[in-house]
């Protein structure tokens, strides 16, 4: 039995669950996600200050949505396939953002998170501002700051798991706890 999506996303959204989204990432899913949840978050009148953190822990998720999850063509052009759910339990936020990537991607990205979460505060923030302004992108625009900035507004380590698929691609879960 291979690997199934839809299976571990409903197993993943529980009582816990303010948001959930699963479907095509392109420009427009982007802003809703980002609206709803901010919508969320005011509602449940959760502190400003951890509003902020989360808003901006799930920017840079949906933005490794749309930029570095595998790429398909649909109607409203090529767009990444992914999932994010937002739990909140105990006053404390939980973010998953799931999506597809290449075998070639996942070493590469799975050594960086490794890398970055190995380092200490001081560390983290010496390697912040190095990759700020090495003026180095990778092909998708990216230059590696939304790690460290994931790492440094949650206070916590990144959390992943990585499970192979039946079409011989990768699926992909980050977990970062606020």
């Known amino acids: 039995m291979g690997f199934n ?6 197993d993943n959204v529980t009582e816990d669950t303010l948001f959930n989204y699963k479907g ?9 996600i980002l609206v709803k949840v901010e919508e969320i978050i005011e509602e449940k009148e959760i502190p400003l200050k951890e509003r ?36 909140w339990k105990d006053g404390r936020a939980e973010i998953l953002s799931a999506n597809f990537i290449t075998i070639e991607k996942l070493k590469v990205f799975t050594d960086y998170i ?9 560390e983290l923030n010496i390697l912040y501002r190095k990759v700020l302004s090495n003026n180095k992108f990778s ?14 507004k949650s206070g ?8 192979l698929t039946k079409e011989k691609g990768l699926f992909i879960v980050i977990t970062v706890k606020i």
Do not use: P
Request: charged share 20%; glycine share 14%; net charge negative.
């Open 52 to 87: 902020k953190k989360i808003l901006n822990i799930l920017i840079e998720l949906v933005q490794n949505l749309y930029h570095h999850g595998k790429k398909f063509d649909d109607d409203k052009g090529t767009n990444s396939y992914g999932g994010i759910i937002f739990n």
């Open 156 to 163: 916590n380590k990144l959390e992943y798991f990585s499970q």
């Open 5 to 10: 999506f839809n299976q571990w996303f409903t």
């Open 24 to 32: 095509s990432i392109g420009c427009e899913a982007v802003t809703d």
């Open 114 to 122: 490794d890398h970055t979460n190995s380092l200490g505060s001081d």
């Open 139 to 152: 092909d998708r625009g990216g230059g590696g700051l939304g790690i460290i900035n994931m790492i440094r």
